[in-house]
């Protein structure tokens, strides 16, 4: 059965430093796997997707992930963060059934300046 | 931007009574999700919906649960007789397919909070 584990349930950064939000995952097809953002008081947003085209893949607010079969991971970073990042960012994979995703438990994003 | 929204965005019951959450899905997507957070834990998912019918559920989802889309715009999870452990987040979501690689609309959220 698909899953994905994200170590760290809470990371800190200061403003300009690298992000680096870590997910692995579990399949035993190959995965599509997304990364969610949810700011404050607002439902879950779609950073990007990873769809077995490009491994190293871009989304919005210059946040990327890359997807590395041999570590069964797909961690997701941003070279220097902005206070607007800080919000809570779940790692998801699709299950094998059908068209529902599987989460992670999160990781909350903190930024100081 | 079309988006996903839900009411009531906070609700507290007792045990044992009934809860509906509703949404209301984009206008144009086919396929209809819950999913719930308990505080602290996974998002889970509960249900996708299509074609007015359950197409998959997880074991959360039990007799306890239903859904429904009672007209073109609302979809609605239905808890019978809530225990204190049903206290979540519940989230709805939409997509505009069935595809693998479709992307899922979440809403803001309903917390419910049983006493």
Known sequence: AQSVTQLGSHVSVSEGALVLLRCNYSSSVPPYLFWYVQY??????????YT???????????????????ETSFHLTK????????????CAVK??????????????????? | EPEVTQTPSHQVTQMGQEVILRCVPISNHLYFYWYRQI??????????????????????????????????SNFTLKIRSTKL?????????????????????????????VL
């Open chain 2, 85 to 113: 452990e049903d206290s979540a987040m519940y989230f709805c979501a939409s997509s505009i397919g069935g595809q693998k690689t479709g992307e899922l609309f979440f809403g803001e959220g309903s917390r419910l909070t």
């Open chain 1, 79 to 90: 070279p220097s963060a902005h206070m607007s990042d800080a919000a809570e960012y779940f």
């Open chain 1, 95 to 113: 299950g094998q059934a059908g068209t529902a995703l599987i989460f992670g438990k999160g990781t909350t994003l903190s930024v100081s300046s």
């Open chain 2, 39 to 72: 505080l602290g834990q996974k998002v889970e998912f509960l249900v996708s919906f299509y074609n007015n019918e359950i197409s998959e559920k997880s074991e959360i989802f039990d007799d306890q649960f239903s859904v429904e889309r009672p007209d073109g």
């Open chain 1, 40 to 49: 404050p008081n607002q439902g879950l947003q779609l950073l990007l997707k």
């Open chain 1, 52 to 70: 077995s085209a490009a491994t190293l893949v871009k989304g919005i607010n210059g946040f990327e992930a890359e997807f590395k079969k041999s």
